[in-house]
Protein backbone atom coordinates (compact mmCIF):
# COMPACT_ATOMS: atom_id res chain seq x y z
CA UNK A 1 0.00 0.00 0.00
CA UNK A 2 3.05 3.03 1.15
CA UNK A 3 4.40 1.70 -2.33
CA UNK A 4 1.21 2.37 -4.56
CA UNK A 5 0.86 5.81 -2.60
CA UNK A 6 4.39 6.52 -2.84
CA UNK A 7 3.88 5.64 -7.27
CA UNK A 8 1.05 7.80 -7.24
CA UNK A 9 2.28 10.94 -5.25
CA UNK A 10 5.89 10.56 -8.00
CA UNK A 11 3.10 10.43 -10.46
CA UNK A 12 1.10 13.19 -9.29
CA UNK A 13 4.34 15.41 -9.45
CA UNK A 14 5.32 14.75 -12.77
CA UNK A 15 1.95 16.04 -13.81
CA UNK A 16 1.93 19.13 -11.85
CA UNK A 17 5.65 19.69 -13.26
CA UNK A 18 4.52 18.92 -16.97
CA UNK A 19 1.60 21.07 -16.57
CA UNK A 20 3.41 24.12 -15.32
CA UNK A 21 6.28 23.57 -18.43
CA UNK A 22 3.60 23.94 -20.92
CA UNK A 23 1.70 26.57 -19.10
CA UNK A 24 5.02 28.50 -19.16
CA UNK A 25 5.99 27.74 -22.92
CA UNK A 26 2.35 29.03 -24.13
CA UNK A 27 2.33 32.56 -22.26
CA UNK A 28 5.45 34.19 -24.29
CA UNK A 29 6.39 37.38 -22.31
CA UNK A 30 4.16 40.06 -23.43
CA UNK A 31 7.13 42.44 -22.93
CA UNK A 32 9.03 40.45 -25.79
CA UNK A 33 9.65 43.09 -28.48
CA UNK A 34 9.20 40.80 -31.67
CA UNK A 35 11.85 40.95 -34.24
CA UNK A 36 10.92 42.48 -37.33
CA UNK A 37 11.69 40.36 -40.82
CA UNK A 38 14.14 41.93 -43.43
CA UNK A 39 12.81 43.77 -46.28
CA UNK A 40 13.42 41.32 -48.37
CA UNK A 41 10.47 39.76 -46.84
CA UNK A 42 8.01 42.27 -48.32
CA UNK A 43 9.96 43.52 -51.54
CA UNK A 44 11.50 41.57 -54.24
CA UNK A 45 15.10 42.43 -55.23
CA UNK A 46 15.02 43.26 -59.06
CA UNK A 47 18.31 44.34 -58.50
CA UNK A 48 20.41 41.40 -59.65
CA UNK A 49 18.58 40.46 -62.70
CA UNK A 50 19.46 43.60 -64.91
CA UNK A 51 20.95 43.96 -68.10
CA UNK A 52 23.06 47.03 -69.68
CA UNK A 53 22.03 46.83 -73.05
CA UNK A 54 24.46 49.48 -74.65
CA UNK A 55 27.44 46.44 -75.12
CA UNK A 56 25.20 44.44 -77.30
CA UNK A 57 26.15 43.72 -80.50
CA UNK A 58 22.92 42.03 -82.26
CA UNK A 59 19.67 41.81 -80.37
CA UNK A 60 19.08 37.96 -82.92
CA UNK A 61 21.88 36.62 -80.51
CA UNK A 62 21.14 37.89 -77.41
CA UNK A 63 17.23 36.84 -77.73
CA UNK A 64 17.13 34.19 -74.79
CA UNK A 65 18.39 37.08 -72.11
CA UNK A 66 16.79 39.50 -73.39
CA UNK A 67 13.42 37.73 -73.59
CA UNK A 68 13.52 36.65 -69.64
CA UNK A 69 14.63 40.35 -68.88
CA UNK A 70 11.69 41.96 -70.11
CA UNK A 71 9.22 39.70 -68.82
CA UNK A 72 10.77 39.80 -65.29
CA UNK A 73 10.62 44.00 -65.58
CA UNK A 74 7.04 44.19 -66.56
CA UNK A 75 6.80 42.64 -63.08
CA UNK A 76 9.31 45.02 -61.69
CA UNK A 77 7.40 47.79 -62.84
CA UNK A 78 3.93 46.69 -61.90
CA UNK A 79 4.72 46.09 -58.54
CA UNK A 80 7.45 48.85 -57.85
CA UNK A 81 5.99 51.95 -58.62
CA UNK A 82 2.68 51.40 -56.13
CA UNK A 83 4.50 49.86 -53.29
CA UNK A 84 7.26 53.18 -52.74
CA UNK A 85 5.29 54.37 -50.26
CA UNK A 86 4.49 51.70 -48.02
CA UNK A 87 7.90 49.79 -48.98
CA UNK A 88 9.79 53.16 -47.76
CA UNK A 89 7.82 53.30 -45.05
CA UNK A 90 8.94 50.06 -43.60
CA UNK A 91 12.42 50.33 -44.26
CA UNK A 92 12.22 53.23 -41.83
CA UNK A 93 10.69 51.67 -38.96
CA UNK A 94 14.05 50.02 -38.39
CA UNK A 95 15.36 52.84 -37.94
CA UNK A 96 13.25 53.79 -34.42
CA UNK A 97 12.76 52.10 -31.12
CA UNK A 98 9.04 51.15 -30.80
CA UNK A 99 6.83 51.82 -28.19
CA UNK A 100 4.92 49.02 -25.96
CA UNK A 101 1.28 49.98 -25.75
CA UNK A 102 0.12 46.50 -23.61
CA UNK A 103 -2.03 43.45 -24.43
CA UNK A 104 1.07 42.28 -26.17
CA UNK A 105 1.26 44.88 -28.68
CA UNK A 106 3.78 46.89 -30.18
CA UNK A 107 3.75 50.50 -32.33
CA UNK A 108 6.80 52.03 -34.51
CA UNK A 109 5.66 55.84 -34.97
CA UNK A 110 7.86 58.07 -37.29
CA UNK A 111 8.04 60.65 -40.48
CA UNK A 112 9.17 59.24 -43.60
CA UNK A 113 9.97 60.60 -46.75
CA UNK A 114 8.97 59.11 -50.28
CA UNK A 115 10.23 61.33 -53.50
CA UNK A 116 9.16 64.69 -52.58
CA UNK A 117 6.56 64.12 -49.99
CA UNK A 118 6.51 63.58 -46.02
CA UNK A 119 4.32 60.57 -44.80
CA UNK A 120 3.36 59.90 -40.94
CA UNK A 121 3.82 56.27 -40.49
CA UNK A 122 2.86 53.60 -37.99
CA UNK A 123 3.16 50.07 -37.77
CA UNK A 124 1.86 48.27 -35.07
CA UNK A 125 2.27 44.41 -34.16
CA UNK A 126 0.38 41.99 -32.03
CA UNK A 127 1.09 38.86 -30.43
CA UNK A 128 -1.37 36.47 -31.42
CA UNK A 129 0.45 33.06 -30.81
CA UNK A 130 3.97 31.65 -29.47
CA UNK A 131 4.92 31.42 -33.17
CA UNK A 132 3.61 34.44 -34.75
CA UNK A 133 2.36 37.95 -34.81
CA UNK A 134 0.43 40.60 -36.79
CA UNK A 135 2.16 43.89 -38.13
CA UNK A 136 -0.11 46.39 -39.76
CA UNK A 137 1.43 49.16 -41.68
CA UNK A 138 -1.38 52.99 -41.39
CA UNK A 139 -0.08 55.82 -43.49
CA UNK A 140 -1.40 59.64 -43.29
CA UNK A 141 -0.57 61.76 -45.69
CA UNK A 142 -1.47 65.16 -44.17
CA UNK A 143 -3.99 66.69 -45.85
CA UNK A 144 -5.03 63.77 -48.30
CA UNK A 145 -5.99 60.46 -46.02
CA UNK A 146 -5.10 59.34 -42.46
CA UNK A 147 -3.84 56.27 -40.97
CA UNK A 148 -5.00 54.40 -44.49
CA UNK A 149 -3.88 50.88 -43.68
CA UNK A 150 -1.34 49.81 -46.90
CA UNK A 151 -0.28 46.26 -45.57
CA UNK A 152 -1.32 43.75 -43.00
CA UNK A 153 -0.33 40.27 -42.62
CA UNK A 154 1.57 37.55 -40.15
CA UNK A 155 4.96 36.90 -39.34
CA UNK A 156 6.60 33.97 -37.43
CA UNK A 157 8.78 35.18 -34.70
CA UNK A 158 11.69 32.74 -35.88
CA UNK A 159 11.45 35.18 -39.17
CA UNK A 160 11.57 31.91 -41.55
CA UNK A 161 7.49 32.86 -42.58
CA UNK A 162 5.43 35.96 -43.16
CA UNK A 163 2.65 36.55 -45.09
CA UNK A 164 0.86 39.81 -46.53
CA UNK A 165 -2.37 41.75 -48.13
CA UNK A 166 -0.93 45.00 -49.46
CA UNK A 167 -3.83 47.49 -50.63
CA UNK A 168 -3.81 49.17 -54.08
CA UNK A 169 -3.99 52.89 -52.78
CA UNK A 170 -5.85 55.24 -50.43
CA UNK A 171 -8.10 56.27 -53.63
CA UNK A 172 -9.13 52.92 -54.08
CA UNK A 173 -8.97 50.73 -50.58
CA UNK A 174 -9.15 46.91 -52.25
CA UNK A 175 -6.43 44.12 -51.49
CA UNK A 176 -4.18 44.17 -54.41
CA UNK A 177 -1.41 41.78 -54.05
CA UNK A 178 -1.03 39.34 -51.78
CA UNK A 179 2.58 38.20 -50.57
CA UNK A 180 4.57 35.34 -49.17
CA UNK A 181 8.04 34.82 -47.94
CA UNK A 182 9.82 32.13 -47.03
CA UNK A 183 13.55 32.09 -45.51
CA UNK A 184 15.83 29.35 -44.56
CA UNK A 185 18.95 31.13 -42.22
CA UNK A 186 20.82 27.77 -42.10
CA UNK A 187 20.92 27.08 -45.62
CA UNK A 188 20.59 30.35 -46.69
CA UNK A 189 17.77 30.17 -49.35
CA UNK A 190 14.38 32.33 -49.56
CA UNK A 191 11.87 32.55 -52.12
CA UNK A 192 9.08 35.35 -52.67
CA UNK A 193 5.76 35.16 -54.34
CA UNK A 194 3.43 38.09 -55.46
CA UNK A 195 -0.02 37.45 -56.40
CA UNK A 196 -2.54 39.72 -57.58
CA UNK A 197 -5.81 39.53 -56.05
CA UNK A 198 -7.87 42.66 -57.49
CA UNK A 199 -11.14 41.75 -57.46
CA UNK A 200 -12.32 41.67 -60.79
CA UNK A 201 -8.47 42.70 -62.56
CA UNK A 202 -7.56 41.26 -66.07
CA UNK A 203 -4.41 39.24 -64.56
CA UNK A 204 -6.11 38.81 -61.35
CA UNK A 205 -4.51 35.07 -59.97
CA UNK A 206 -0.86 35.61 -62.08
CA UNK A 207 2.03 35.59 -59.92
CA UNK A 208 5.79 35.90 -59.98
CA UNK A 209 8.11 34.24 -57.44
CA UNK A 210 11.67 34.90 -56.90
CA UNK A 211 13.60 32.44 -55.59
CA UNK A 212 17.03 32.08 -53.83
CA UNK A 213 18.06 28.08 -53.85
CA UNK A 214 21.68 25.69 -52.43
CA UNK A 215 22.54 25.29 -56.50
CA UNK A 216 26.06 25.09 -58.15
CA UNK A 217 25.36 26.06 -61.78
CA UNK A 218 21.97 28.35 -61.26
CA UNK A 219 21.16 30.07 -57.70
CA UNK A 220 18.73 31.83 -58.25
CA UNK A 221 15.05 31.59 -60.57
CA UNK A 222 11.71 33.45 -61.02
CA UNK A 223 8.82 31.48 -61.66
CA UNK A 224 6.02 34.09 -63.62
CA UNK A 225 2.44 33.17 -64.43
CA UNK A 226 1.08 36.43 -66.46
CA UNK A 227 -1.50 36.75 -69.38
CA UNK A 228 -1.75 32.87 -69.37
CA UNK A 229 1.45 32.01 -70.09
CA UNK A 230 3.97 30.41 -67.44
CA UNK A 231 7.26 31.21 -67.77
CA UNK A 232 10.53 29.56 -65.72
CA UNK A 233 14.03 31.17 -65.20
CA UNK A 234 17.14 30.24 -63.90
CA UNK A 235 20.48 31.99 -63.73
CA UNK A 236 23.69 32.30 -62.06
CA UNK A 237 23.62 35.39 -59.82
CA UNK A 238 27.57 36.00 -60.22
CA UNK A 239 27.98 34.79 -63.67
CA UNK A 240 24.56 35.95 -65.06
CA UNK A 241 24.39 33.15 -67.31
CA UNK A 242 21.01 31.21 -67.39
CA UNK A 243 18.32 29.53 -69.13
CA UNK A 244 14.42 30.24 -69.99
CA UNK A 245 11.69 27.90 -70.73
CA UNK A 246 7.95 29.58 -71.97
CA UNK A 247 6.36 26.63 -74.36
CA UNK A 248 4.03 29.23 -75.54
CA UNK A 249 6.19 31.93 -76.56
CA UNK A 250 8.85 29.79 -77.97
CA UNK A 251 6.53 27.06 -79.19
CA UNK A 252 8.44 24.19 -77.09
CA UNK A 253 9.04 22.63 -73.62
CA UNK A 254 12.70 22.95 -74.22
CA UNK A 255 15.39 25.24 -72.27
CA UNK A 256 16.70 27.95 -74.14
CA UNK A 257 20.34 29.27 -72.29
CA UNK A 258 22.71 32.04 -72.58
CA UNK A 259 26.05 32.48 -71.22
CA UNK A 260 28.18 34.87 -69.13
CA UNK A 261 28.01 37.23 -72.07
CA UNK A 262 24.44 36.99 -72.17
CA UNK A 263 24.69 35.28 -75.87
CA UNK A 264 22.26 32.63 -76.99
CA UNK A 265 23.94 29.19 -76.63
CA UNK A 266 23.10 25.50 -76.60
CA UNK A 267 21.66 24.11 -73.70
CA UNK A 268 23.70 21.18 -72.16
Not at 6 to 33: F, G, H, Q, W, Y
Not at 91 to 111: A, K
Not at 209 to 227: C, H, L, N, R
Request: proline letters at 3%.
Amino acid sequence: MIKSRRIISILATTLVLVLLSISCSENKDPDTLPELPPIDALMMDFSNFVVDTTNLKSLNTYSNSLYSYATVTIWNVLVTVPMIVPVAAYLESFNHTPVYLGDNSWQWSYSVSAGTDTYTARLVTKRISNDEFTAEMFITRVGVYEDFKWFGGTVRYDRTHAEWTMYESPLNNVEWLTIEWNRDWEQDVSDITYTIVKPGGAENGSYITFGIVDEVVYDAYYTISYSQKDTYIEWNRTTKEGRVKNEVDFGDLDWHCWNELLQDVDCN
